[in-house]
């Protein structure tokens, strides 16, 4: 129990209280694949912030006659009732409760949207997370003072413990989670900003190639938990933390091809661990092949430094300077497009975090 995050002598001055609030996705470039309880990295991760890809959550709180034992809530995705949303909710509520135990006492009604395609394969579990954890944190912020520094760390502690890449959702345009020798605020606690970033990656491109959009056959939660009797996962924990430290310069320096280098290899490694888990699995599609191909042959042939990452899936993230945008697209379109699921693409950038509408 972290005691700095439970908020204590709240007094509920609020009979009701409505607050809206919206969570970009984020891609990390160095991967977080393997955690302990509760919802803790075994690795240090960092990942761009994006910005169209976002969920917009509303939450209306009412003041409950008697408090009840768990927290209390309606949910409403899309214009529909989501019963099936229920079970994850509920367990990150039973989370949260011990930081929050003012919850007990109201009812909340969420109503929560994406801006981007339903079921595209984008994960939106990190901005659906982020946007309700600054809807709990606003609040909570009504009734115990918190700084705008206290409330960022709160919003992004509790987002971790919906989904853990969700903490690095708040903030832009980087984040940085997992306790790293080379970070001096960094915590597995709760992500942090990534400082001093060359500006060739303050407004970077990630167009999200949308591949396959069925239903994932292995969820990252099991492939988490793949990762504990896996035969290269300290080896896999120690790269990840020494990519880390390696992107670091990199990323103030806005060298490129050593940009390039590591993020390609994270993805790549990312999916060997799925691949060499016991049971092993694949998640990459034979169209994810032929637009990587593509990619390497384009940059060869033109000297764009454009390159790839992954995430938990087929899709492929196209990530690229803004001042090469142009070409890229016309790349993107006149290559890439044909591997993707009717020709879909979602055309996203490095953004700022959470914000009110
Ligand atoms: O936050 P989770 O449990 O969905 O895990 C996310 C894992 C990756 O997206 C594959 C990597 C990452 O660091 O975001």
Redesign the pocket.
């Known amino acids: 129990m972290e005691q700095r995050f439970v908020a204590k002598n709240a007094q509920l001055t609020k009979d009701s209280f409505t607050t809206r609030w919206q969570a970009p996705s984020n891609i990390?470039l160095v991967?977080?694949?393997g955690k302990t309880a509760p919802q803790l990295p075994k690795n240090a991760?960092v990942?761009f912030t994006l910005s169209n890809a976002v969920t917009k959550t509303e939450v209306a709180f009412t003041l409950l006659e008697e408090p009840s034992e768990k927290v209390t809530f309606s949910i409403v995705f899309e214009g529909e009732e989501k019963p099936s949303f229920r079970p994850k909710l509920e367990a990150f509520f039973a989370n949260i409760l011990p930081y929050q135990p003012f919850l007990a006492h109201y009812k909340l009604t969420i109503t929560s949207q994406n801006t981007f395609p339903h079921s595209s394969g984008i994960?939106s579990?990190?901005s659906s997370m982020a946007a309700l954890a600054a809807c709990l944190v606003d609040l909570e912020s009504q009734f115990v003072p918190l700084s705008e520094e206290d409330k960022m760390s709160k919003i992004s502690f509790l987002a971790r413990l919906g989904?853990?890449?969700?903490c690095r959702s708040t903030q832009g345009p980087m984040m940085a989670w997992g306790s790293h020798a080379a970070i001096s605020n960094s915590t597995d606690l709760f992500a942090v900003t990534a400082a001093n970033i060359h500006p060739v990656f303050t407004d970077f491109c990630d167009a999200i190639l949308l591949i396959d959009k069925g239903q994932k056959q292995v969820s990252?939660?099991l492939g988490?938990k793949l990762m504990h009797q896996h035969p290269y996962a300290e080896q896999r924990f120690a790269q990840a933390n020494d990519h880390l430290a390696e992107l670091l310069p990199i990323l103030q320096q806005g060298d490129l091809d050593a940009f390039i280098a590591i993020v390609e290899k994270e993805a790549l490694h990312?999916h060997a661990m799925m691949m060499t888990s016991d049971p092993y699995f694949i998640l990459m599609e034979p169209n994810t092949l032929s637009v990587i191909n593509r990619i390497w042959m384009f940059r060869k042939e033109t000297g764009i430094p454009v390159c790839f990452t992954l995430?938990?899936g087929a899709n492929v993230h196209v990530l690229y300077p803004n001042n090469v945008a142009e070409a890229v697209n016309q790349f993107i379109e006149a290559e890439l497009l044909q591997f993707c699921q009717y020709r879909q693409c979602v055309h996203d950038k490095v953004g700022t975090g959470i914000k009110k509408y």
């Open positions: 990390a991967k977080y694949w991760s990942s994960a579990s990190a989904s853990g890449s969700a990252s939660t988490h990312l995430d938990a």
